[in-house]
Structure formats: structure tokens, C-alpha cells
């Protein structure tokens, strides 16, 4: 940010001149235990990280930075506080940035709290983006704001959704770490929307602009997690991302078929859960979710590290370890048991080779 931008040395200010901003992307101050350690130390040594306003004219400013530290004051009963003012006529755009750079680096935004800033910052993101459009907003955030890529293109992920439904995922209650709907709305997005979209091209009508039947998508999907959250039922982000085999490239009709049946159930039927849709896959399109046998030189290495354990074993190793007779005796059984095992399937899988 441009530093002409403020009018000179820092000054102290009046509380009762400034006015918080009420678009604040970070929310109202939680008046917690950190906040009252905050108070108590402002009382004790001042406030030493001046405040951050902006010249609204007649007489007054508007807060840019310092709202908890601007709570205290208040709290104290403080005639005045010391604050940088800013121009009346600064940059908004500016502005903005200065503030969202200020709080990354101070890392108290939360994600969704950073959404809604960079939606302030670009008005061009409030309506949504097309899928065409992430990859360059990726690489904008990225450059202007100083993100790293993969945040950066998280953020998108959230910024891409349609005004109506990024209100509804604000204003989602997640102070719990089961609640944080930021990681479920990334699960919906990048292992459900995005490669459905390459997968069933027959549902999003045959390669024209999928954006208005992935919203359609999205919105069934965030109804779902949401009312799963609240109700019990969605627990954890995996849930969600258990549906991604239904997108394996490569399956033939009637393979194929059947895929993209679940996935329309789950889009289209208020009914079907994300469980439903597993289970379906599970019972309709096991080779789907089959688990894949180890590679080769995985198993040689297993082999060598237990032959290398058991050449080095001893049977006294169980009587210096296990106290009593009885325990030793039924630890010795298990074990004897489970060589045997093994040397069985071992000789029947090297008759094999």
C-alpha cells in the first residue's frame, strides 16, 4: 500500500469519534479469555500497536485495523487512543489490501474470513467465477496478494460458488473443529464437482457451460452437508470424499451407467446421503473401491525385514518379558501358530512363481 496514503505521524484520536467497520470480514470480537488478557494489559502498559483509521468526514474515522485492541479502550472507559489516519480519499482497493496483507501476516483471518475480504478486494469474485476462469484468479491471488499457490487456490475453490450460496456458507456456525464447513465446502468442490464434470459429461449436458447444473450440484451437496453436520450424520470431510471413485476414468457402459445413476441420486434425491452413494458404489461397482495388492518389491522388502526379526529372535525373549507361566506358554502357542501359518502360504505362493 501506498504510504502517502497517510496523513503524518501517528496522533491520538478520540474513542468516541471512531466508528468500527461493519464489514469487517473477520467478525465480531469475541469478548474470550484472550480478550480480557488483551484489557489487562492495555491497562497496565497503554496501547503500544497504534490503531489504524480512516478520515470520515465530519470529525470522524473509521477503524481499518484494531477493532479488539479499539474493544479494550471502550472497556477502560480510555478518553483517547494513538491511531495512523489515513486519508479520506485513500485507494479503497488499496485499502483493502493493505488490510488483508496485514492480517495474513498476523495470521487471525480464518480461511473463510479471507474469502470474504478477497470478495471485497475483487467485486469481480462476488458473483462467482466460471471453471475456466480459477486457474487465472488463481495465479492473480497468488501474485497480489502474496499467497502461497495451494491457498491460494483453496480460497478460489470457495470464491468460485454463486453469491447465494457463499452467504450461506458465512454465515455456517463453525467454532467446533467438527464444523469447520471451509474443508467440507473444498472435499464438495475439488473431490465432487470438479471431477464429476470431466466424468459425466451426459449430466452436465454434453460439454456446454456446466456452471448452472454445477450449482445446482453444489447447493444439493451443501444442503446435504449442512443438515448432516447439524444432525449428526456428517461427521467427517471423508465422507464426502468416499463418492470420488464413482469418477475413475476409463469405465465402460454399463459401468459407466451405473456411476453416473449414484451420482445423480446423490445430486438429485434429498433422501440420499453420501453413505447411501458408498454403500451403492460398494454393492453396484465393487472393482471400484477394491483394494489394490502391494507392489512387488513392497512385499520382498516385508519379507526381508521380518526374516531379519526372526533370525535375531529368541525363545527367551518371551520368558524375560511375559510374567507369568500361563501367559508365557499361550504367547509361545500364538506364536508357533502364526510361523506355521506362514510358512504354509509362503511355500503355496513360492510353488506359484
Known amino acids: 500500500m501506498d504510504t502517502s496514503q497517510f496523513t503524518g505521524r501517528r496522533k491520538p484520536i478520540p474513542v468516541a469519534d471512531i466508528e468500527v467497520n461493519p464489514e469487517n470480514p473477520r467478525g465480531d470480537v469475541p469478548f474470550d479469555s484472550s480478550f480480557e488478557r488483551l484489557v489487562s494489559s492495555i491497562s497496565e502498559v497503554g496501547i503500544l500497536v497504534p490503531l489504524i483509521v480512516r478520515e470520515?468526514?465530519?470529525?470522524?474515522?473509521?477503524?481499518?485495523?484494531?477493532e479488539r485492541r479499539f474493544r479494550a479502550a471502550q472497556r477502560l472507559n480510555l478518553h483517547k487512543v494513538p491511531a495512523h489516519v489515513?486519508?479520506?480519499?485513500?485507494?479503497?482497493?488499496?485499502?483493502r489490501k493493505y488490510m488483508f496483507h496485514l492480517h495474513m501476516t498476523r495470521e487471525q483471518w480464518t480461511p473463510l474470513a479471507q474469502c470474504k475480504s478477497l470478495a471485497e478486494m475483487y467485486p469481480e469474485?462476488?458473483?462467482g467465477l466460471t471453471?475456466?476462469?480459477k486457474p487465472t484468479w488463481t495465479d492473480r491471488i497468488e501474485r497480489e496478494t502474496w499467497m502461497n499457490t495451494g491457498t491460494a487456490?483453496?480460497?478460489?475453490?470457495?470464491?468460485?460458488?454463486?453469491?447465494?450460496l457463499k452467504e450461506k456458507i458465512y454465515s455456517f456456525n463453525s467454532e467446533e473443529p467438527t464444523r469447520n464447513i471451509y474443508s467440507y465446502i473444498?472435499?464438495?468442490?475439488?473431490s465432487v464437482v470438479e471431477p464429476?464434470?470431466?466424468?459425466?459429461?451426459?449430466?452436465?449436458?454434453?460439454?456446454k457451460p456446466p456452471e448452472k447444473k454445477a450449482n445446482m450440484a453444489r447447493e444439493c451437496l451443501l444442503k446435504k452437508t449442512i443438515e448432516g453436520i447439524n444432525g449428526g450424520e456428517v461427521t467427517s470431510r471423508d465422507?464426502?470424499?468416499?463418492?470420488?471413485p464413482l469418477f475413475k476414468p476409463g469405465l465402460k457402459d454399463p459401468d459407466q451407467k451405473v456411476a453416473e445413476t449414484i451420482f445423480a441420486n446423490l445430486i438429485e434425491k434429498e433422501q440420499y446421503s453420501f453413505d447411501d452413494a458408498r454403500a451403492d458404489i460398494e454393492t453396484r461397482l465393487p472393482m471400484l473401491v477394491a483394494e489394490k495388492p502391494p507392489k512387488p518389491q513392497k512385499i520382498i522388502g516385508s519379507i526381508k525385514s521380518l526374516t531379519e526379526t526372526l533370525r535375531m529372535y529368541r525363545v527367551s525373549y518371551i520368558d524375560a518379558t511375559v510374567g507369568r507361566e500361563s501367559s508365557r506358554k499361550r504367547v509361545k502357542e500364538d506364536l508357533a501358530g502364526a510361523l506355521s501359518e506362514m510358512i504354509q502360504v509362503a511355500r503355496d505362493l513360492k510353488s506359484e512363481l
Open 239 to 244: 465422507q464426502i470424499r468416499q463418492v470420488t
Open 56 to 66: 470520515k468526514p465530519p470529525g470522524k474515522f473509521q477503524l481499518v485495523d484494531g
Open 125 to 127: 469474485l462476488e458473483a
Open 153 to 164: 487456490h483453496d480460497r478460489v475453490h470457495v470464491l468460485a460458488w454463486p453469491k447465494s
Open 131 to 133: 471453471f475456466a476462469e
Open 86 to 95: 489515513l486519508k479520506h480519499d485513500s485507494h479503497l482497493e488499496s485499502l
Open 196 to 207: 464429476s464434470i470431466t466424468a459425466f459429461p451426459r449430466f452436465y449436458n454434453h460439454g
Open 186 to 190: 473444498l472435499a464438495i468442490e475439488a
